[in-house]
């Protein structure tokens, strides 16, 4: 770029790539990014970008006619869907996988194999039970496989969903493959309504799930709860579904006290709840990659996301429609809000807010202080700067 005294020059983009998404950022707020590949067109930079072969892309960033340099990476692509679900013990221990009711469930058959899927052993999920206070079977002979570490334990079934069942493992492990290994057929059609639902919960042993491969398509409550409490879990997997369903990410990485950055969020349709208590307690949170992108909310879709995430100090959203509506009758009322309490508990102290330029967020005060309270941590941050995009 060429500087010229008294005009901003944009910062030069940053392109990421991680599991055949690429991403550009730019430090400069109110900058437009361009990106093309190869020899192609550069076009308008909107939003993160799926690839199903290998390329180069390039980028610079604009802003009031001045340019930044030109950046570019070369991205290769990679076919994920032929890999196992796997586990991978970084220290010894035992893998159960188990129902989490005693009631209300139908018998499951899962398939595990330790030598890279050259012969596989049944694994029976219905023998035993996990009590929510923490893990302690009814039955110390259930089924579960001892693994050392470095061991890779890979599975398949033929299910369609897992509501009501947990894996749950005694040491440190990561999780990577694809989950849809154990969907019937493979099939993103087979999936019903919470078939991923508090799969992980409260495995606070479970390190990394950052290249475990998910669908591209949600369901209802799909992910509620999945990796809720695990607390050592520092890198989350990827999310590629652009189109949500209701409640579909709630509370699905709440209290991951380790987490330091969100994974990031694709999603331009948003759906009820989508997004209610995806990050709730996570008290190390320090930045949402990549921003939420959407332009359209709809009710309480952010509801209570950052609820007491204390280090947070940075968020991008694009809605240009946020509400904040209530009504009352007598003493008693009900709140219609997409961000209901979405930075309760966050940093007090200055942060960085950008906002769709269009956007208002002067919600209208209340006399009721309980509602005045809530207004506030539904909108933006009191101390943050704010910046237009």
Not at 107 to 112: G, K, P, Q, R
Not at 240 to 257: D, H, I, K, L, Q
């Amino acid at each position: 770029a060429t500087y010229v005294p008294g005009i901003v020059t944009p910062d030069d983009p940053v392109i990421g790539f991680e599991s055949n998404v690429i991403t550009i950022t730019c430090d400069t707020p109110e900058a437009s990014i361009y990106y093309k590949f190869g020899s192609g067109s550069y076009q308008v930079y909107s939003g993160p970008i799926t690839i199903n072969s290998d390329v180069i892309v390039y980028a610079y960033a604009s802003l009031n006619g001045v340019n930044s340099d030109t950046v570019s990476l070369y991205c290769h692509y990679v076919d994920y869907t032929g890999e196992y679900f796997t586990i991978e013990m970084i220290k010894s221990g035992y893998i159960y996988f188990c129902r989490t009711e005693s009631t209300g469930y139908t018998d499951l058959t899962v398939e595990y194999s330790i030598n890279n899927g050259s012969s596989w052993n049944n694994f029976t999920s219905s023998l035993n039970k996990i009590i929510s206070s923490g893990p302690q079977f009814q039955n110390s002979s259930a089924s579960r496989i001892y693994a050392s570490a470095g061991t890779k334990v890979r599975f398949k079934g033929n299910n369609t969903s897992y509501y009501k069942r947990q894996l749950w493992v005694s040491n440190d492990f990561k999780i990577y493959g694809n989950i849809m290994t154990l969907i019937l057929n493979n099939s993103e059609s087979s999936l019903e309504n919470y078939s991923f639902s508090g799969l992980f919960f409260r495995n606070n042993k479970l390190t990394s799930a950052e290249s475990l491969i998910l669908p591209s398509t949600v369901t209802t409550h799909i992910y509620e709860d999945m990796f809720n409490y695990c607390t050592a879990l520092t890198d989350p997997p990827v999310l590629p579904a652009t189109s949500m369903a209701t409640g579909c990410y709630r509370s699905m990485f709440a209290n991951c006290t380790s987490m330091v950055y969100t994974p990031k969020l694709l999603a331009q349709v948003l759906d009820i709840n989508c997004y209610e208590s995806m990050f709730y307690g996570c008290t190390s949170l320090t930045d949402v990659w990549g921003g939420l992108p959407a332009t359209t909310l709809v009710t309480g879709c952010y509801g209570q996301m950052f609820y007491g995430c204390s280090s947070l100090d940075s968020i991008e959203c694009l809605a240009s429609n946020p509400w904040f509506t209530v009504n009352q009758s007598g003493s008693s009322y009900t709140i219609d809000c997409p961000t209901y309490n979405w930075i309760y508990g966050t940093k007090s102290s200055p942060g960085i807010f950008t906002k769709n330029a269009t956007a208002d967020w002067n919600f209208t005060s209340s006399s009721v202080q309980s509602i005045e309270t809530i207004r506030k941590n539904s909108g933006i941050p009191e101390l943050w700067s704010v910046y237009n995009k």
